[in-house]
C-alpha cells in the first residue's frame, strides 16, 4: 500500500523509489586544497575546525579516501562524472535534475582558476548542464589590503602594487591578513548564497553545492583568524638528509624548498603553515554558517551532507609543496558523510572520490548511469567495517595505487616506489628497490594492473 508520503512526494515530482528513501535532499560541501590531517575530526590537535569536527561527530569518517585526480581540474571533473579520468555521460547535477531535484552550484564545483576566476567573478571551467542555476563568489584575493606577504621571496608589505596574482610564479607562498569580519571573502559570500537557497528551496527536493576555495592560495582571511596561530608555534614536517635519494626523478615535483627559494627561509614555512590554518578556520567557520542554517530550517533530517577537499596539499613535506604527485598528503583526502537514518562512525575502509556518485544516488533512491565507475559506499555507512574495495587510484604523472597497508606509485620511465604505511606513515624508505619486499611489490604491481583493468572494462 502506498504510502501518503510516497502520494505527496511523486506529486512533487519524485518516483516511488524516491519516495520511500529518508534523504530527500543532498548538500555537498567541498574546499580546495585541503590536507585531511589538517581537521581536528583527524586528529590535528593545533588547527580549530570545530564546525567539521562536529559534522564528522554525526557522520561516517572515512579516514582512508583518496582522490583520483591531484590537481583541481581532474579531480572535480572525476568526482562529478564518477569516472577515474575524463567526463562522463552526465554529471552528478544532471542526473538529479533528471530525477526532479533543483540543482544549484555556489562557488567553486568544476575547476576554477584560484585567484583569476574569483577575482574576475568568472565561471571557470564549469559545466552549465549540471545546474538549474549557478553563482559565483567573488574576492580581491591577494589584493585585499592588508599585510601582504609572499613567503619564499621574503616580502612583507601593505602596499598594493607588485603583489603576486594571477598567473604568477609565486603566488603559491601568498597571504594576506587584514582588518575586517572575512564578509567581503568568498568563502563567507558562498556561505551566505547557500543559506539564502536552502531557504528559498526547503520545500522541494534539492541538489545544492557550495564549493570553498580556502586554504587554496593566496591564503586570505582577517587578522582574527591568524591570532590562535603564532607562526613561532607553529610545527613544519621533519626532514631527513637525503630524503630524496631513493625517490625517483619522475616522483619529485617541480616545486621544492630549495627550487621555489623557500629553503632560504626557515621561519616563513613556518608562517605559511599559520596562514593555511588561519585560513582552514576560516573556511570552518563558513561551513558552520550553512549547517546552522540547515538546522534551523529543519532540513538535517531529510539531508544527505557531504564534505570533502579535491585533493591534499604540500607544506614541505620531503621538502615539496603544492600539489600534482601521487605521494599519502595529495592523495588522500577528508571524507564525511552524514545521512538520515544511518548512525555516526568512523571507517579504515578504501573509499574514492568517485564513490560519492553512486553512494548519494543509493541515498536518494535514483539509479545512476551506467557509465558510473565509483562504488557505492552505503554499506559502510550501515557498517564502518564494511569493506567496498581493496585499493585506490590516483592519477598524475604516475599512477598511485594505495591498499590498506601499502601505497605503490609507478611512473611513465618504469621506476617505482612502495612504502609499507604501517611502519612508515611518512613515506620516508622506499621499498622498491629492496630484495627483502620482492613479495609486496609483485602484490601491489598486480593489484594496479588488475584494477586499471576492471576500470578499462567498465568504462
Given amino acids: 500500500m502506498i504510502t501518503r508520503l510516497v ?29 585531511a590531517n589538517t581537521l581536528g575530526c583527524y586528529g590535528n590537535q593545533v588547527c580549530q575546525t570545530p564546525n567539521i569536527d562536529k559534522l564528522a561527530a554525526k557522520g561516517m569518517v572515512f579516514e582512508r579516501a583518496y582522490c583520483q585526480g591531484t590537481m583541481c581540474g581532474p ?8 569516472r577515474y579520468q575524463g567526463k562522463g555521460s552526465k554529471t552528478l547535477g544532471e542526473h538529479f535534475q533528471d530525477h526532479g531535484r533543483y540543482s544549484a552550484r555556489v562557488g567553486k ?34 589584493h585585499t589590503p592588508g599585510d601582504y606577504a609572499c613567503l619564499n621571496l621574503n616580502i612583507f608589505t601593505t602596499e598594493l602594487e607588485g603583489r603576486e596574482s594571477t598567473k604568477m610564479p609565486n603566488r603559491m607562498f601568498v597571504s594576506v591578513k587584514y582588518n575586517g569580519n572575512g564578509s567581503d571573502q568568498p568563502d563567507h559570500k558562498t556561505a551566505t548564497k547557500t543559506i539564502d537557497l536552502l531557504e528559498k528551496h526547503k520545500d522541494k527536493p534539492f541538489f545544492i553545492a557550495a564549493g570553498f576555495v580556502r586554504p587554496h592560495y593566496p591564503m586570505v582571511a582577517p587578522h582574527q583568524y591568524f591570532e590562535p596561530y603564532r607562526w613561532q608555534a607553529m610545527t613544519v614536517p621533519r626532514q631527513l638528509k637525503d630524503d630524496l635519494a631513493d625517490i625517483p626523478k619522475q616522483g619529485i615535483p617541480r616545486s621544492t624548498s630549495k627550487a621555489n627559494g623557500i629553503a632560504k627561509f626557515p621561519e616563513n614555512q613556518q608562517r605559511m603553515w599559520a596562514a593555511y590554518y588561519a585560513s582552514v578556520t576560516f573556511m570552518d567557520e563558513q561551513v558552520g554558517r550553512v549547517l546552522d542554517s540547515l538546522d534551523r530550517l529543519g532540513l538535517r533530517e531529510s539531508t544527505a551532507i557531504v564534505f570533502t577537499s579535491d585533493h591534499g596539499y604540500h607544506l614541505g613535506d620531503h621538502s615539496f609543496w603544492l ?34 556518485y553512486p553512494t548519494l544516488s543509493k541515498l536518494t533512491g535514483t539509479k545512476p548511469p551506467a557509465d558510473v565507475q565509483g562504488t557505492n559506499l552505503t554499506p559502510i555507512l550501515k557498517d564502518g567495517t564494511a569493506k567496498a574495495k581493496e585499493g585506490a587510484i590516483s592519477f598524475a604523472k604516475g599512477q598511485g595505487w594505495r591498499t590498506a597497508n601499502w601505497a605503490y606509485m609507478r611512473y611513465p620511465d618504469g621506476s617505482e616506489e612502495l612504502y609499507d604505511m604501517e611502519k612508515d606513515p611518512e613515506q620516508f624508505n622506499n621499498l622498491a628497490k629492496e630484495d627483502a619486499h620482492s613479495k609486496p611489490l609483485t602484490i601491489m604491481r598486480k593489484g594496479l594492473a588488475e584494477r586499471l583493468k576492471a576500470v578499462s572494462k567498465k568504462g
Fill in 7 to 35: 502520494v505527496i512526494a511523486c506529486f512533487i515530482g519524485l518516483s516511488t523509489a524516491q519516495a520511500q528513501s529518508e534523504v530527500r535532499n543532498v548538500l555537498f560541501l567541498i574546499s580546495d586544497d585541503l590536507r
Fill in 75 to 82: 579531480s572535480r571533473l572525476s568526482l562529478m562524472y564518477s
Fill in 109 to 142: 564545483i568544476f575547476h576554477m582558476r584560484v585567484p583569476g576566476d574569483i577575482i574576475a567573478g568568472t565561471n571557470g571551467v564549469d559545466v552549465s548542464e549540471c545546474w538549474t542555476e549557478r553563482f559565483n563568489s567573488q574576492g580581491n584575493e591577494a
Fill in 323 to 356: 600539489k600534482g604527485d601521487v605521494h599519502e598528503q595529495v592523495t588522500r583526502v577528508p571524507m564525511i558523510i552524514s545521512a538520515p537514518g544511518h548512525k555516526p562512525g568512523r571507517s579504515q575502509s578504501i573509499a574514492e572520490l568517485v564513490d560519492l
